[in-house]
């Protein structure tokens, strides 16, 4: 079983910038987190390549939450 992300950060233009996983006292620069999530030790989230070239970003699984967003978690 994997961490679970619990909490993140965002920089002043909003773009997610490290998480928390479960399990962690410090938060986890989100470009580590996607190479964890690519390697399925991350539960509840995965890694988004668009095909049209633009950055690769971290989302959590969907599931008809919206407290469990990522963004939303940044603005607590």
């Known amino acids: 079983?994997?961490?679970?992300?619990i909490d993140?950060?965002?920089d002043g233009k909003g773009n997610i910038t490290a998480v928390k996983l479960s399990g962690n006292s410090s938060f986890t620069p989100?470009?580590?987190a996607m190479g964890m999530a690519d390697k399925g030790q991350i539960d509840n989230?995965?890694?988004v390549r668009p095909?049209?070239?633009t950055k690769a970003h971290l989302r959590t699984n969907p599931d008809?939450?919206?407290g469990n967003n990522l963004d939303e978690m940044a603005k607590d």
């Open 1 to 5: 079983m994997g961490k679970k992300v």
């Open 8 to 10: 993140a950060k965002q």
């Open 30 to 32: 989100v470009e580590t």
């Open 45 to 47: 989230a995965h890694t």
């Open 51 to 53: 095909k049209n070239g």
């Open 64 to 66: 008809n939450r919206k």
